[in-house]
C-alpha cells in the first residue's frame, strides 16, 4: 500500500489518511469504474485496497493501491448448475470478511452487483456506499422499468400505462428482497423492509451522464457524478488511411463471440467513403472475417487512443463504451446484444447522441443505413459534443473521490 502525505482539515489540523476498501467483481464494465474511482482517490491522499479478480491485479498495484482477490464464483445459474437464489453471494461473503475485519477501513465503497464487501462491511460495522457503473436501476413513478429498453411516456396517458405496470415490476422487487434477506439471514444480517437492498441510503454514486438519465426523483445522498472511465495500458492503432470518415467497431468484451457486428460491419461498410478500424476484443484464430480494403481488424485497441480520432462508433451498447465515446465527443451507434444494452441504446437515442439498431435487425444494409444517417446528420455529433463538454467541466473522478472522503470522515471509527 502506498505511503501518502497526511491530509488537513479547513483547520488546518493534521489528519489521519483514511483508509478505503473498494470491491466489485471482474468483468471490465464494473472492474474499470471501480479502479477508476480508487486511483481518484489515492491522488488525494487516502490509501486505497481493491478487491477484485486476479486478473486486474497488475494494474490495481500499478495505480498505487493494494490489492486484494475477490471470489471468482459463478455468479448466474446455467443448464449445468442450477445455483440456489444468492448463493455466491454467501461464499463471498464469508471470504470478504476477514479483509474488511483486518483493514478496518474508513468506508467501504462496493459495486452495485457485488454485493459481499457491503455486507461484510454491515456485518463489521463500517459504513459503506454502492458505486453503480451504469443508469440507475430502480423504478421511478411514470418511467418504464429499467432493463426494458423503453423511451418515456410524452404525456399523461403514457405516465398512467406504466404507472399500471407498476403492481407486476413490484412482484419481481418483492422477490428480489426476499431473496436477499434469506442471505443475511444465513450470514447473521436482519431482514431488510426495503427492495434495492444493495443499494446503501447512506452514500450512492451513479457513474453515468446525468443526460442519459430520465427525469424522476432521486433518492437522498444519491449523486450522478458522470462516468468513471479506466482502462488497462494499450497498444494505438493507426486506422486505414486517408481523410474520409473514420468508423470505429468496438464490440462488447463478454458477448457475441461469433463476431457478428465485426462481420456485419466488413460488409456493409464495405462500399462507403468511410475508414473503418475494428477490433475483434478477442483472438482471431481462424475466424478472422474477410476485411474490405477500407476497413483494419485488430485483436485488440486502446480505446481512449482510438475514440477521439472516430466520427462514429459502433458498440454493442455497453455502457462503459457508450459512455467513454460520448466522453470524446463521438456520436454512437448501438446495436443492443444482452442485459442493460437495450437500455443502454434507448437512452443514447433519447438523449440525441445517437441511435439504437435493435440486435435482431442487425445486418449489413441495415448498420450500413444507420451509420450513414448518423454521420450525416450533424446534429448527433453537436449532441455527443455537448456531452463531452459537460465531461470536461465535471470530472467524476474528483467528484466520487470527494464525496467518498467526506462520507468517510463523517462516520469516521476507531
Request: hydrophobic share 45%; glycine share 10%.
Amino acid at each position: 500500500m502506498t505511503t501518502t502525505a497526511p491530509s488537513h482539515s479547513e483547520s488546518g489540523v493534521a489528519e489521519r489518511p483514511l483508509t478505503i476498501l473498494v470491491g466489485a467483481f471482474g468483468d471490465p464494465g464494473h472492474a474499470f469504474p471501480a479502479i477508476a474511482l480508487g486511483k481518484a482517490l489515492v491522488a488525494r491522499g487516502p490509501r486505497v485496497a481493491v478487491q477484485t479478480w486476479s486478473k486486474w491485479r497488475e494494474h490495481v498495484e500499478a495505480e498505487g493501491m493494494s490489492f486484494h482477490a475477490a471470489p471468482e464464483y459463478q455468479v448466474f445459474p446455467t443448464r449445468e448448475r442450477a445455483l440456489k437464489p444468492y448463493e455466491a453471494v454467501v461464499r463471498a461473503s464469508a471470504e470478504t470478511r476477514p479483509i474488511v475485519a483486518d483493514l478496518r477501513p474508513d468506508a467501504v465503497v462496493s459495486d452495485i452487483l457485488t454485493l459481499a464487501p457491503a455486507l461484510a462491511a454491515e456485518l463489521e460495522g463500517r459504513p459503506w456506499a454502492t458505486l453503480v457503473p451504469h443508469l440507475f436501476p430502480p423504478p421511478a413513478d411514470g418511467v418504464p422499468p429499467f432493463g426494458m429498453g423503453a423511451a418515456p411516456p410524452r404525456g399523461r396517458l403514457g405516465a398512467t400505462g406504466w404507472r399500471a405496470l407498476a403492481p407486476l415490476m413490484n412482484l419481481a422487487l418483492e422477490r428480489g428482497r426476499s431473496e436477499l434477506n434469506e442471505t443475511r439471514r444465513r450470514i447473521g444480517l436482519p431482514p431488510l423492509e426495503h427492495t434495492h437492498g444493495g443499494i446503501s441510503h447512506d452514500l450512492c454514486m451513479i457513474a453515468t451522464f446525468p443526460q442519459l438519465e430520465y427525469p424522476r426523483r432521486w433518492p437522498p445522498r444519491t449523486h450522478v457524478i458522470g462516468p468513471l472511465v479506466w482502462e488497462p495500458p494499450g497498444q494505438a492503432v493507426e486506422p486505414p488511411p486517408g481523410d474520409e470518415p473514420l468508423v470505429l467497431v468496438a464490440p462488447s468484451t463478454s458477448q457475441d463471440p461469433d463476431m457478428k457486428l465485426v462481420r456485419a460491419a466488413m460488409g456493409g461498410l464495405a462500399g462507403l467513403p468511410v475508414r473503418v478500424l475494428a477490433t475483434s476484443n478477442r483472438p482471431l484464430g481462424a475466424a478472422r472475417p474477410r476485411v474490405p480494403g477500407n476497413a483494419r481488424l485488430v485483436e485488440w485497441l486502446s480505446y481512449s487512443a482510438a475514440m477521439p480520432l472516430a466520427d462514429v462508433v459502433v458498440c454493442h451498447g455497453g455502457h462503459g463504451t457508450l459512455a467513454r465515446a460520448l466522453a470524446c465527443g463521438v456520436p454512437v451507434v448501438a446495436v443492443p446484444h444482452a442485459g442493460d444494452m437495450a437500455e443502454n441504446g434507448m437512452r443514447l437515442q433519447w438523449a440525441g447522441a445517437g441511435l439504437s439498431l435493435p440486435g435482431p435487425l442487425l445486418g449489413a444494409r441495415s448498420l450500413r443505413w444507420v451509420v450513414e444517417h448518423v454521420l450525416e446528420e450533424p446534429r448527433f455529433r453537436r449532441r455527443a459534443g455537448e456531452l463531452a463538454e459537460w465531461s470536461r467541466r465535471n470530472d467524476a473522478g474528483e467528484s466520487a473521490a470527494s464525496l467518498v472522503e467526506r462520507f468517510a470522515r463523517a462516520r469516521a471509527m476507531p
